[in-house]
């Protein structure tokens, strides 16, 4: 229960496996809804500072095969470590960069793959500086509710390694779930929902 | 909420037993897709805080009434017209407004129009089954469609999907994402459907389904629903207090 609540929060239900259909509808193939240009699609919008990077990977089941109908958000700061969004108080983030991006898994590899920047540093609640890092939503058939996790990047060892969620999980096998590794374009994830080295989820 | 108010508190922790367990072998897709560990609790930072926040200026003029966004010029969908409204509020009773919802349904036959979608039923030219729509400054919402119809689905036996619309919810911090179903009031499947039944909580599922609302009924036209939809409610107000106290 809730201590300070006057109401509850509206109880989740599974996203289905025709998500596709409300979230992303031309993905789905219903032509010409909103213009034709999917929710998130673009997180990139105009001239942007920072560095342009590819992050991509797939969610795979207890059974080790990729979930194909899943759909994955991500929210993150932009190269200057400021999030698009009224709750930002510290300044104005850049305007080129919307921070938010949707994307389906491929229907036959279950590959996903988000253009984006590399998100700046972010302050933790106490003021100290957390590594960068790309906040995912997932849902999909099967997944009662959202399942929230975090995406930090390998070749940012030092912020890592002072990172205060990092540091609260501890144990370096399932930190590393949370830790993409570098390709010739970005970044590479494999988000394991259940089983050996299941990713870490997040109580957000 | 005056606007330019910004919400920026960490949100109250959720409530896990309201919603479903991840493992709910009744809801036989759960199985290989569930956690076996335990999710991690941490301080909201600003990365959970703060999330994406979408203006009336992304809609379409139809992008709310899925009766004639997908159909042609001067055709409508086949069904019982409907119209569904509510309240988007935090656990405070706080409007949450200019937050993004977005809706999908069957058509009048229990069909979706989606590729994976092999039931009988035929699909209605007419219909989609996509909608969206932003919520005003005292967080109401209004979309018009038609009534979706129950539907047979592979869970090893017999189950049959209530009447049901799917949303998708955004707050203001992309910690309050949501992704639910509205269900029909007086729908005798809602005791007997593997995914509605995940919620152990009976008032949680009440919450979910939408009453009949003579008041709002467009006489001769549509029939009203209602379906308010609370997101987490935010611990501390401490930007706010300090932009009063300006
Ligand atoms: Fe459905």
Redo the contacts between chains.
């Keep these: ?23 992303v ?1 031309s993905f ?3 032509t010409g ?3 034709g240009r999917d ?1 998130g699609a673009e997180m990139v919008t105009a001239e942007a500072r920072g560095a342009r990077i590819v992050v991509e990977g797939r969610v795979l ?3 080790g ?1 990729p ?1 194909r ?1 899943a759909l994955i ?1 991500i ?3 932009d190269a200057q470590g400021l ?7 510290r300044g104005a983030a850049d305007p080129g960069f ?3 991006g949707r994307q389906p898994s491929d229907a036959k590899t279950g590959q996903f793959r988000f253009e984006t920047l590399k998100p700046g540093q ?5 003021g100290q500086m ?1 590594a960068p ?1 790309i ?1 995912v ?1 997932i ?10 996790t ?1 995406i930090y990047f390998s070749d940012e060892a030092e912020a890592n390694a002072t990172d ?2 990092l540091q ?2 501890g144990d370096p096998a399932r930190v590393a779930t949370m830790i993409a590794d570098k390709t010739a374009q970005g970044y590479s994830i494999e988000i394991r ?3 050996e080295n ?7 | 909420m005056a606007k330019g108010k ?3 508190g ?7 037993a ?5 493992l ?1 072998p009744s ?1 036989r ?25 979408f203006g009336q200026g ?1 809609l ?1 003029p139809a ?1 709310n009434d899925l009766t004639i ?2 159909a042609q010029p001067g055709q409508s969908a086949i069904g019982e017209r409907i119209i569904v409204h509510g309240r988007l ?5 706080r409007p949450v407004s200019s937050a ?1 919802l ?3 349904q069957a058509n009048a036959g229990g069909r ?6 092999g039931y009988v039923a035929p699909l209605d030219p007419n219909f ?5 729509t932003v919520t005003a400054q005292d967080g109401s919402y209004s979309f018009r469609t038609i009534r979706p119809g129950p539907y047979p689905w592979p869970n090893g036996g017999n189950d049959w999907r209530p009447a049901h619309i ?1 949303f ?2 955004f707050g ?4 309050q ?5 509205m269900y029909f009031q007086g729908d005798p499947h809602i005791q007997l459907c593997p ?2 039944q ?2 152990k ?1 009976p ?3 009440d ?2 389904t939408a009453q009949l609302d003579m008041d709002n009924t467009v006489p001769m036209d549509a029939i009203a629903y209602r379906f308010d ?5 935010r ?1 501390s107000t401490l ?1 706010e207090n300090r932009l009063e106290g300006n």
């Design positions: 229960m809730t201590e300070t609540g006057k109401l509850k929060e509206s109880a989740s239900q599974t996203a289905g496996p025709y998500v596709h259909i409300g979230c509808p789905a193939g219903l809804m909103y213009g929710p089941d207890g059974e095969a979930v109908d958000e929210w993150q700061a999030y698009h969004s009224p709750a930002e108080t919307t921070g938010w972010v302050p933790w609640a106490g957390q890092h906040s939503w849902v999909a058939r099967g997944i009662n509710l959202g399942l929230s975090r205060p969620l609260q999980i929902l259940q089983g299941e990713t870490v989820f997040l109580d957000v | 910004v919400q920026s960490a949100f109250n922790p959720r409530d896990l309201r919603h479903p367990s991840p709910t809801y897709s759960s199985v290989l897709r569930a956690p076996a560990h335990a999710r991690i609790s941490f301080e909201n930072s600003l990365s959970e805080i703060t999330g994406p926040v992304l379409g992008d966004n997908y509020l935090d656990e405070d009773a993004l977005e809706f999908w979706y129009r989606h590729k994976n979608d989609g089954g996509c909608g969206r799917h998708s919810v203001d911090g992309f910690a994402r949501l992704i639910t179903q995914i509605v995940t919620i909580d008032d949680a599922i919450q979910l939809i609370v997101l987490r409610g611990r930007f």
